[in-house]
């Protein structure tokens, strides 16, 4: 049998890290756990809402941390609830970033120059084209879909960490300030 060069090791160990993660997201969204863990915290305003930012962040449980947020905040003062959560968002935001710009894109990227999308490597080499991700993948931070999709964006296209954090932090607040003041 071939031994798996460093390279691939290094891809096939990402979808497994990434497989792992999409099967505990939907197994906490299913099951309830998220809400039982966050009604028992409930007494814990700033931390409840802290970790229901956190989840704030994925596809898969963005739903049951919207009802959470929503919940906490309708007894509670919205802004130190938006402020909590927009850290926890940003505490998970961080991870995804990390991850996706230490090991993930390298992957991507070769996977590109050895696919019939070569010709977009050499998109992806110009500055302006990388800073055009790093503003779609902001606009995706703003907008109601997860933030899942604007990390990767953002990841890829080598976004400053600073201008990362600052993107982060500021539009997960505005955007959870919205969802609590439009279903509050």
Do not use: C
């Amino acid at each position: 049998m071939k031994k798996l060069s460093r390279k691939h090791h290094h891809a096939v160990r990402d979808v497994f890290i990434i497989l792992f993660s999409i099967i505990i997201a939907i197994i906490l969204a299913r099951t309830g756990i998220l809400i039982k863990f966050l009604n028992y915290t409930g007494t814990h305003i700033i931390l409840s809402s802290f970790i229901a930012g956190m989840f704030w962040t994925s596809v898969f449980t963005v739903a049951p941390a919207s009802v959470a947020l929503l919940e906490i905040a309708r007894a509670n003062s919205i802004i130190p609830v938006a402020a909590a959560a927009a850290l926890g968002a940003f505490l998970a935001d961080i991870a995804i970033f990390r991850f996706i710009k230490d090991d993930l894109e390298q992957d991507i990227i070769d996977f590109i120059k050895h696919s019939p999308l070569k010709r977009l490597h050499v998109l992806w080499k110009l500055k302006s084209f990388r800073w055009l991700f790093s503003i779609l993948g902001a606009l995706i931070f703003a907008s109601p879909l997860p933030d899942d999709i604007g990390i990767m964006i953002m990841g890829l296209s080598e976004a400053n960490t600073h201008f990362f954090i600052l993107t982060s932090v500021f539009l997960n607040f505005i955007g959870i300030l919205t969802l609590i003041l439009v279903f509050k």
